[in-house]
């Protein structure tokens, strides 16, 4: 589960499979956040053109969640690893900018993007 294990752990896992197979060199920035997209991309298309209840059907569907659970998070650990990329750093410093864009006054409830200089 996942309170059980780190982020460091899950990174080790990926690291020694792809190792074990020689990857490191195919595993460049650019290689790692295309296989990123393409991996988002078929997760799009999952859920494309289904309804609320569809989609909460195909969660329940083992090989459906299977696959959404298993392939961006991969190749995300894989960018990580291989770029040095601490992921709970960089999660904390995401979440403290968007808190300081998107207040709970102003955002609790409502989706619209607010325009401000806070990048």
């Not at 490191?24 to 393409?38: R, V």
Request: aromatic share 8%.
């Amino acid at each position: 589960m996942d309170e059980n294990v780190t982020i460091g752990s899950m990174k080790q896992i990926v690291k020694d499979f792809c190792e074990a197979r020689d990857w490191d060199q195919f595993h460049n920035p650019k290689d790692l956040a295309i296989g990123i997209s393409t991996e988002a991309n078929e997760l799009l298309d999952i859920f494309r053109f289904q309804t609320e209840g569809q989609m909460k059907e195909m969660m329940l569907d083992e090989t459906t969640r299977s696959h959404i659970e298993e392939d961006t998070l991969f190749f995300i650990l894989r960018f990580a690893q291989m770029n040095d990329i601490d992921l709970h750093g960089a999660l904390t410093h995401k979440v403290r900018k968007n808190g300081q864009r998107y207040t709970v006054e102003r955002s609790k409830g409502n989706n619209a993007k607010i325009i401000n200089t806070c990048k």
